[in-house]
């Protein structure tokens, strides 16, 4: 057959003849993507949004976003004849009086966690392969908004049920709102509707809930991969990948298969999660009253480093033109938040100042050929790491028998501490990695063959290593270094002559300096140049 069937045939000729789509669908379809199991992280959070979003309408059909007071009468008999709020009622209802409501309880909380698990993964996989240079630095800040919204959709999302553990959540909300200066009463009164609890923040976390928030996300979700789709996607080094073609398979059939595969997969994992590992089981917790709070508390994965900031944060606040200001919860509630989204936000740029490199980049980088850039992301991991893990200090108290005063000076101590030892681990690794690579390179890879020389010496044969293998290694690429030698009369560069030049020269070249250069290819061995690595004057500013 080399004709269409009639029934795809006459409705295609009908749409083309009259917006003329055919073109547009027949280059986009063709449209050649790369293949690489890292570029599927993205792919996770992509599907975890579609099925949040088919979850969370379902959801709404039976709960009642509000907060008068109802006496239940469902079928959990130990909250028989309690008194609650409209929206705690309607979530025990729906998850045991509406058929399969319990399911989609379940299944939209996984896809949550999901979502912004899957988020930061694929976050981390384009900053350690710097997939957020040129042109793409604005499709890197849409995904920093889009991590930053999706905290904030799940503490709203985590508080409509109105149980005693999401009023526990709204508690810190509401003393991290009072502590901004000046304006903290004013956004507590707003929140709330008056003193706390009030009687509005049900209503309207539910309205930003189902309605701002995911109108938001799917404008800046659609944005993102409209860009994805004009710049075209990285691909990892390889053998014929350039930064100016792309090495993969089309769009259709086989990514669309692929991807429709991986959906479904998606799905599967988070239907099972649902069905056989319970989460947030709100008829445990009770209603929620300003008076009570339940023991061992800890809010869901994602907020674990700011409930672990309030904790290691000491008892600090002062007084100032007559507004007391408390640094004991404004600190852990703003600072560790803003230097990760901040510094993630102005890296792009910061890394394009210190390298000068303004050049377009389609081919990614292996995490350890930079290894500053990725000491600096496991540095910063172990930042979020330590405040994430000390956020249940009293359960690690308690588990393991450590007095909780230990932790809590142990984090504050780790917290500077921790980073700055990964920092430097992570960096001798990436040497070190980089010199293995420049090994296999020069000598080739272990055969397993055993050789006797004349002299009665034994040694392991090498082989060279496969093409695809070698070709991979041979992907990396120099990065840049600012010029900055004197010229023969002493002169440094017109860019190097102010403190703040001098400063970007000095960081240029500690953070562009080759340490370990690769050979050409198959004889000599590869050596580390400590000081010099190739002479800064050697290699100019990028435009």
Request: glycine fraction near 10%.
């Amino acid at each position: 057959m080399n004709a269409p069937p009639k029934a795809i045939a006459g409705p295609s000729t009908f749409i083309d003849d009259r917006i003329g789509a055919g073109n547009f669908l027949k280059r986009n379809l063709r449209k050649i993507f790369p293949d690489h199991w890292s570029f599927l992280l993205g792919e996770i959070a992509l599907y975890s949004f579609i099925i949040l979003l088919l979850t969370g309408t379902f959801l709404t059909f039976w709960f009642k976003p509000g907060m008068g007071e109802v006496t239940y009468t469902g079928n959990y008999a130990p909250l028989y004849g309690v008194k609650m709020s409209e929206a705690y009622a309607s979530a025990l209802h729906i998850s045991f009086d509406v058929r399969g409501g319990l399911l989609m309880r379940q299944i939209h909380h996984w896809s949550a966690l999901l979502f912004v698990g899957g988020m930061t993964v694929h976050m981390l996989r384009i900053f350690f392969t710097g997939a957020y240079r040129k042109p793409r630095e604005l499709n890197w800040i849409i995904g920093i908004l889009l991590l930053s919204l999706a905290l904030l959709e799940g503490l709203t999302g985590y508080s409509l049920p109105d149980d005693l553990l999401s009023g526990a959540g709204l508690r810190i909300t509401q003393g991290v709102a009072q502590s901004i200066p000046i304006v903290g009463t004013y956004v507590s009164f707003f929140l709330f509707g008056g003193e706390y609890p009030g009687h509005d923040v049900i209503s309207r976390f539910y309205s930003i809930h189902i309605l701002l928030i995911p109108g938001i996300l799917l404008a800046l979700v659609s944005a993102h991969m409209i860009l994805m789709w004009v710049q075209k996607h990285t691909q990892m080094p390889g053998k014929n990948r350039t930064d100016k073609n792309v090495v993969g398979a089309p769009f259709y059939p086989a990514f669309m298969i692929k991807s429709g595969a991986f959906f479904l997969f998606t799905f599967g994992v988070i239907a099972l999660l649902g069905t056989f590992a319970q989460i947030n089981p709100i008829w445990l917790f009770g209603p929620y009253t300003p008076a009570d709070i339940s023991a061992g508390s800890q809010p869901d994965w994602y907020m674990g480093f700011l409930e672990g900031a309030l904790r290691l944060m000491p008892s600090w606040e002062i007084n100032f033109l007559d507004h007391t200001v408390t640094f004991s919860v404004l600190i852990p509630a703003l600072v560790p938040l803003g230097l990760v989204m901040t510094g993630l936000a102005l890296y792009p740029f910061l890394e394009q100042w210190v390298t000068g490199d303004r050049r377009e980049h389609h081919v990614a980088d292996r995490p350890r050929n930079n290894p500053h850039r990725t000491a600096i992301g496991i540095s910063g991991m172990t930042f979020y790491g330590i405040l994430w893990l000390l956020g249940a200090n009293d359960e690690l108290s308690a588990n393991f028998h450590v007095d909780l005063y230990t932790t809590t000076w142990f984090g504050r101590i780790a917290i500077f501490v921790g980073p700055a030892i990964a920092y430097w681990v992570t960096y001798r690794m990436c040497i070190g990695l980089q010199r293995k690579d420049a090994e296999v390179l020069s000598h080739g890879v272990e055969s397993g063959v055993i050789k006797r020389l004349p002299n009665g010496q034994y040694i392991e044969v090498h082989t060279p290593p496969a093409e695809d293998i070698a070709e991979h290694i041979r992907g990396k690429k120099e990065i840049p270094v600012l010029e900055s030698a004197e010229d023969g009369e002493g002169i440094p560069p017109k860019g190097a002559r102010s403190a703040i030049g001098r400063l970007r020269a000095k960081m240029s070249q500690a953070y562009g300096t080759d340490r370990v250069p690769l050979t050409d290819g198959h004889h000599e061995e590869a050596h580390e140049e400590e000081h010099a690595g190739v002479g800064a004057g050697d290699r100019k500013e990028l435009h």
